[in-house]
């Protein structure tokens, strides 16, 4: 009897799907695999020739927005008149061609200002034609070999005629900003320059200016040296 029992027990649990143990579930998120055959260029797309130009210039602009380029200030378009001097690049001169009716000729008047500098200091020239010359609040007289080295300076520049861009941006502390004006006859003329902008030529006529005044300032035994841009 306990035998049949033991049996019937067997019976029930087969019928009840146990199954077999060693069947394997199949997973049906798995996608099938496709069949490619031999020889078959996997990934590749055929373009048409009426296509290819608009797909290049994707291609093109998208190189470009994943490497942009450095930003370079726009060039200030300059329009010449028939004959005028090409516009010559910040910090140098051009002479103009023109020869100065007056060349030769004493100066009537200059006037020149240097301030800025580590000091922040300020100083005023003034030097006639006549010789009269002063630095600041001091007066002297200067030669007359002193006045015909600024002449011939002035014409070796051609003041009334040069032309260039002498200043930039704000300057630095420890850095000068000029002023030169000159009258001769008819003519006259102001130039403002800022150290670092400064071409050699024009440099040393400032210098000559400020040096001719000072040397003939009473109390003073010696005239500053001549003048540098500042480092």
Same mark, same amino acid.
Not at 143 to 168: C, H, K, P, W
């Given at each position: 009897?306990?035998?049949?029992?033991?049996?019937?027990?067997?019976?029930?649990?087969?019928?009840?799907?146990?199954?077999?143990?060693?069947?394997?579930?199949?997973?049906?998120?798995?996608?099938?695999?496709?069949?490619?055959?031999?020889?078959? @260029?996997?990934? =590749?797309?055929?373009?048409?020739?009426?296509?290819?130009?608009? +797909?290049?210039?994707? +291609?093109?602009?998208?190189?470009?927005? @994943?490497?942009?380029?450095?930003? +370079?200030?726009?060039?200030?378009?300059?329009?010449?008149?028939? /004959?005028?001097?090409?516009?010559?690049?910040?910090?140098? *001169?051009?002479?103009?061609?023109?020869?100065?009716? %007056?060349?030769? @000729?004493?100066?009537?008047?200059?006037?020149?200002? %240097? &301030?800025?500098?580590?000091?922040?200091?300020?100083?005023?020239?003034?030097?006639?034609?006549?010789?009269?010359?002063?630095?600041?609040? %001091?007066?002297?007289? +200067?030669? %007359?070999?002193?006045?015909?080295?600024?002449?011939?300076?002035?014409?070796?520049?051609?003041?009334?005629?040069?032309?260039?861009?002498? =200043?930039?941006?704000?300057?630095?502390?420890?850095?000068? &900003?000029?002023? *030169?004006?000159?009258?001769?006859?008819?003519?006259?003329? *102001?130039?403002?320059? @800022?150290? /670092?902008?400064?071409?050699?030529?024009?440099?040393? *006529?400032?210098?000559?200016?400020?040096?001719?005044?000072?040397?003939?300032?009473?109390?003073?035994?010696?005239?500053?040296?001549?003048?540098?841009?500042?480092?």
């Amino acid at each position: 009897m306990r035998y049949l029992l033991i049996g019937l027990i067997i019976i029930l649990l087969a019928g009840c799907g146990g199954g077999d143990p060693t069947e394997v579930v199949q997973n049906t998120d798995v996608p099938p695999t496709v069949f490619v055959p031999e020889g078959t @260029q996997v990934g =590749i797309v055929e373009i048409s020739s009426e296509n290819a130009p608009a +797909i290049e210039t994707l +291609i093109a602009e998208e190189i470009a927005a @994943q490497n942009p380029q450095s930003f +370079i200030p726009p060039t200030l378009a300059v329009t010449l008149e028939e /004959g005028a001097l090409p516009a010559p690049l910040v910090g140098t *001169l051009v002479a103009s061609v023109t020869e100065d009716p %007056q060349a030769g @000729q004493t100066f009537d008047y200059i006037y020149m200002t %240097q &301030t800025g500098g580590s000091e922040n200091t300020s100083i005023v020239v003034e030097i006639y034609g006549d010789g009269r010359a002063k630095f600041n609040d %001091q007066e002297g007289r +200067i030669s %007359q070999d002193a006045i015909n080295q600024i002449v011939a300076r002035m014409d070796e520049l051609n003041y009334f005629g040069l032309v260039g861009t002498f =200043i930039g941006p704000a300057p630095r502390p420890n850095e000068y &900003t000029y002023q *030169l004006y000159i009258q001769r006859g008819g003519m006259d003329r *102001l130039i403002n320059a @800022q150290d /670092g902008y400064i071409p050699v030529e024009f440099m040393g *006529l400032l210098s000559l200016v400020r040096n001719s005044a000072e040397s003939v300032v009473i109390g003073m035994t010696e005239a500053t040296p001549e003048l540098t841009p500042a480092s």
